[in-house]
């Protein structure tokens, strides 16, 4: 199934643009930066005089870029203080609150501004042309990485909530006085039938009288087609797979006439209030598209794969809690391509969705706001899908969003140019376009550290200096990072998270400045499971390579560490004392890589995942028939349950043993939620005080399934968020993840998922 899954569309169309701005501009910038250097290693005159200069310049800052003269307890005096003052205001507004965000935020700007005019004029190397090439290119990506910062800080000060407001207009809709029409798309491409169905009957279940649900086939299969007839949806198709996603969409909206229309991936089920929540916003006639956040109702592979379901946020929930909410406040939402409500006459307007890139979603939120229309941001949890199931198809998903993001610079809809766009709105589609070349940055960080070993220092400065200039503004960044993104990620995870996909994520970005449109769309792989341990050995060579270059750089740099120190106690000189400091961040800095190297290639090793259903943790008091005896009725509490089954505890003793291999058939109620369901009893333990069966339910009628998905999937609020942990938790998690790799514990049981219990 797998295979199949990764066939790609039809090739995009060639483009009018076979190059951009953009990648001229980078192709200069290298050309100019090898020419220089050539002509420095070669001992050109004119460059090497320059250089020297900027040497000199750098051995002798202004006066107000050295530390004070004083010991370095004295130093540390600002850190401590600013880290108090941080911690007391995280303390004090336990949320980001705009007045505590507006004095969060300023205090780092000033701080990277400080830190940034001291990495300008006081720490790079040019004593020569070894040294001076590896301190520039380590600058250069380090400053790409603070733009980024930059602007994130810029944007963070006009965060929208828009909470309230959905509050005030889903009045209208819930009163009837204000129901539009609503056409409910879902496209699919390959995806197995069973989550079709559940997608299907989410969709129906939404409470919403005025909707048409459309299922968009793009594989034309007799079985999806008999699947939409028995679930009472419509069934469309087309004659080709032109334009992938977008061209189904397209071909849909041109078949269809409703004056709304919300779309889900063939994977994502709404709750029952999704339109409630957002077809109110539609009363305002300028907005054209209201977005709701992606999640998942299974845990991203990087968290299963290290053990972490339950402690480690899905990845995405840093986007959706804090980028989204920032970006609203400057009218720069993204559209991720799921679970959104679009006005149909803007869309038309703006000619459908976009074509002529692999996030057809991006650009066409692009497109409808430089024609005026607002795109609005609600941060409710309204729906739920599929994360990614293994590290491959979570790398060809983030591969394409990269790709697709990138051809920005190559189709009319670029952001950066496109009419009718303000400054702040441009700002913030910057911040995201800049974030896919912070890979090449992340590639740059594991690299410098190994200079160290061979006698070359990127980064020239004292204790003191870092003391002075660096501490503060990282112990402060630390410190209101995951505040500043509402605990969904922390600063070591979040390099984690960056690093396992570093390389690949390096090589996209300069293939997709090269050439944009070199591969067209490839679906991510759904409904897969696994029996055994699988390495992707494709991601993890680069990562081993680095490992093992890094653990010998913290050999050789302690090694030189030693012999260095003993010769400085009888004859050193101050350059050598200063070398030996340097060495002395190499080998810190090499451990701290070493550390996220091991935990990425952990990674990269999947679980098995012996059953593509999911499993969640929800409570029901269930009403357990066993056998034919009718007299004879077993209470109990639902621990975990699925579409195909569940794990109860029971109220009571006695239950009869099974033999292995033995089954019992089974009527299991939820009078709850009047869900009456056969199966059979494969599994008795009357181990510890509770005794614990599982049901495996079987001959499912259409309205059992019907109840059961909306049971499992649809309820209101039931996707909950929860907080990442803090840096030195953090810290300690990798740790022992590092000593106590889940391979090694031999745990592979499927984890319940956590949702809301009413």
């Not at 598209?289 to 299974?298: E, G, H, I």
């Not at 070993?453 to 004292?462: C, D, H, L, N, Y």
């Not at 993890?540 to 050999?555: D, E, G, V, Y």
């Not at 058939?665 to 599994?683: A, F, K, W």
Request: glycine share 6%; hydrophobic share 45%; proline share 6%.
């Amino acid at each position: 199934m797998e295979d199949s899954m990764l066939r790609t569309s039809k090739p995009l169309l060639p483009r009018p643009l076979s190059i951009s701005y953009a990648t001229v501009m980078m192709l200069g910038v290298v050309a100019i930066a090898l020419g220089l250097s050539f002509a420095w290693f070669t001992g050109e005159g004119q460059i090497s005089r320059i250089f020297a200069q900027l040497n000199l310049l750098q051995q002798s800052p202004p006066m107000w870029l050295e530390a004070p003269m004083v010991a370095g307890h004295y130093l540390i005096f600002p850190t401590v203080a600013l880290f108090l003052c941080a911690v007391a205001i995280t303390r004090i507004s336990p949320q980001p609150k705009p007045w505590s965000r507006t004095l969060v935020v300023s205090v780092l700007l000033i701080l990277v501004g400080r830190y940034v005019t001291w990495r300008s004029l006081s720490t790079l190397n040019f004593n020569d042309p070894l040294n001076g090439v590896a301190s520039t290119v380590l600058f250069v990506m380090e400053m790409l990485g603070l733009l980024v910062s930059i602007i994130q800080l810029l944007l963070l000060l006009r965060v929208r909530d828009r909470h309230n407001q959905a509050d005030q207009m889903q009045l209208a809709v819930m009163d009837k006085t204000f129901l539009p029409s609503v056409a409910v798309f879902i496209p699919t491409y390959d995806e197995p039938e069973f989550i079709l169905r559940r997608t299907i009957i989410g969709c129906q279940a939404m409470d919403y009288p005025n909707k048409r649900i459309y299922l968009l086939d793009d594989t034309r299969r007799p079985e999806i087609k008999q699947l939409a007839e028995r679930l009472g949806c419509e069934y469309r198709t087309r004659p080709n797979n032109d334009h992938a996603k977008a061209g189904n969409l397209n071909s849909a909206i041109a078949n269809t006439d409703s004056e709304l229309i919300a779309s889900f991936d063939a994977d994502f089920v709404p709750t029952r209030n999704f339109l409630l929540r957002t077809v109110g916003f539609f009363q305002d006639p300028t907005v054209g598209l209201v977005q709701t956040p992606q999640s998942f109702y299974n845990p991203d592979p990087i968290a299963r794969n290290l053990g972490l379901e339950d402690i480690l946020t899905p990845e995405e929930e840093v986007f959706y809690r804090q980028i989204q909410p920032m970006r609203d406040g400057v009218g720069s939402v993204v559209c991720s391509g799921t679970s959104f409500v679009a006005r149909r006459s803007a869309l038309e307007t703006a000619g459908g969705f976009v074509t002529d890139s692999l996030s057809e979603d991006y650009f066409t939120a692009i497109r409808l706001a430089s024609k005026g229309h607002k795109i609005i941001y609600l941060d409710e949890k309204l729906s739920a899908g599929l994360a990614a199931e293994n590290i491959t198809a979570h790398a060809i998903q983030r591969l394409r969003w990269a790709r697709g993001t990138l051809q920005a610079f190559f189709i009319e809809t670029n952001p950066l140019t496109i009419p009718g766009l303000k400054f702040i709105q441009r700002l913030g589609h910057l911040e995201g376009i800049l974030h896919w070349f912070t890979s090449l940055s992340r590639i740059i960080f594991l690299i410098a550290p190994l200079f160290y070993a061979f006698g070359v220092i990127p980064i020239r400065s004292t204790p003191e200096e870092i003391i002075y200039f660096f501490l503060p503004y990282y112990f402060v960044q630390i410190t209101v990072f995951s505040w500043l993104n509402h605990h969904s990620r922390s600063a070591l995870l979040s390099d984690v998270y960056s690093l396992v996909l570093a390389f690949p994520l390096a090589v996209t970005v300069v293939q997709a400045m090269l050439s944009p449109f070199g591969t067209g769309f490839k679906v991510t792989p759904k409904g897969t499971s696994s029996q055994g341990f699988r390495f992707n050995w494709n991601l993890a060579w680069p990562l081993m390579l680095m490992f093992i270059l890094t653990a010998c750089s913290i050999w050789l740099n302690l090694g030189e560490c030693l012999a260095r120190g003993n010769w400085i106690q009888e004859v050193g000189t101050a350059e050598a004392a200063n070398h030996l400091r340097g060495l002395g961040i190499g080998w810190i800095w090499s451990l701290y890589n070493l550390m996220m190297l091991g935990t990425a290639l952990l990674v990269l090793l999947d679980v098995p995942r012996p059953s593509p259903y999911d499993w969640f943790d929800l409570r029901r008091v269930v009403r357990l028939q066993i056998g034919d005896d009718s007299d004879r009725i077993w209470w109990g509490t639902t621990t975990a349950i699925s579409e195909v089954g569940a794990t109860i505890t029971l109220t009571q003793r006695g239950l009869p043993q099974l033999a292995p291999g033995e089954t019992r058939p089974v009527q299991l109620s939820i009078s709850e939620d009047l869900i009456s369901l056969r199966g059979l009893l494969t599994g008795a333990s009357n181990e510890g005080e509770f005794p614990c069966v599982t049901v495996q339910f079987h001959d499912v009628t259409l309205l059992e399934a019907r109840k059961l998905v909306e049971l499992l999937y649809c309820r209101p609020g039931q996707w909950q968020r929860w907080n990442t942990p803090g840096e030195l938790q953090s810290l300690w998690i990798l740790i022992k993840t590092l000593f106590r790799p889940r391979i090694l514990t031999g745990d592979i049981r499927v984890k319940a998922m956590t949702v809301a219990k009413g």
